[in-house]
């Protein structure tokens, strides 16, 4: 069925460092992807999105690629503060079917 | 800011009380989403409202009752709630459901955090 499949957290670096958190999706159809990044105590927040293959979505440094050959869509960013501490959804919406899915979530640890 | 307002914060009830969550937006947004968010989990849909009509209800227990008052407005009604209840209920909004224009892009409120005592 349809599905996103993140990594499993969480994930702690320094500041500084590179992010990488992969998600990988499973659709019937052509999928709109997103990444949405919740802070403690809050809702959830659009980071960034792509419609269609090949796009790239980016927004405060981070970004994504649409990847249809390997059904990918992993968020990065070259170098994390730790205001980016924070968990990370992947999500994905089918538009023939009106169905939005969400990952699992995955938290982010930034130290100084 | 967000766009998706919703009332109160935070709510404490006991398992006898009747309580409401509300939620609002401005933007035009023809459907609107109530979803449930327990600790380290992602969120679960309970509710849509395309146009006002109820379009989805994900087998949510009777003692949840969603109302649409308008295209702006959405609440919950709580009543005879349970401890394993407590979580964190979030409202959201999308530009229309099933519009072609529609990328499927939500907006979410910073949600009412629940507690039944």
């Known amino acids: 069925g349809d599905s996103v499949t993140q990594m499993e957290g969480p994930v702690t670096l320094s500041e500084e460092a590179f992010l990488t958190i992969n998600c990988t999706y499973t659709?019937?159809?052509?999928?709109?992807l997103f990444w949405y990044v919740q802070y403690p105590g809050e809702g959830l927040q659009l980071l960034l999105k792509?419609?269609?293959?090949?796009d790239k979505g980016s927004n405060k440094g981070f970004e994504a690629t649409y990847r249809k050959e390997t059904t990918s869509f992993h968020l990065e960013k070259g170098s994390v503060q730790v205001s980016d501490s924070a968990v990370y959804f992947c999500?994905?919406?089918?538009?023939?079917?009106?169905?939005?899915?969400f990952g699992s979530g995955t938290k982010l640890n930034v130290k100084p | 800011d967000t766009e998706v307002t919703q009332t109160p914060k935070h709510l404490v009830m006991g398992m006898t009380n009747k309580k409401s969550l509300k939620c609002e937006q401005h933007?035009?947004?023809?459907?609107m989403y109530w979803y449930k968010q327990k600790a380290k989990k992602p969120p679960e849909l309970m509710f849509v409202?395309?146009?006002?009509?109820?379009?989805i209800n994900e087998s949510v227990p009777s003692r949840f009752s969603p109302e649409c008052p308008n295209s702006s407005l959405l609440n919950l009604h709580l009543h005879a709630l349970q401890p394993e209840d407590s979580a964190l209920y979030l409202c959201?909004?999308?530009?229309?459901?099933?519009?072609?224009?529609?990328?499927?892009?939500?907006?979410f409120g910073e949600g009412s955090r629940l507690t039944v005592l």
């Open positions: 659709a019937t159809g052509y999928p709109s």
């Open positions: 792509a419609t269609k293959a090949d």
């Open positions: 959201a909004s999308s530009q229309d459901q099933a519009g072609t224009a529609n990328t499927g892009e939500l907006f």
């Open positions: 409202y395309s146009y006002e009509k109820l379009s």
């Open positions: 933007m035009g947004h023809r459907a």
């Open positions: 999500a994905l919406f089918l538009y023939n079917f009106n169905k939005f899915y």
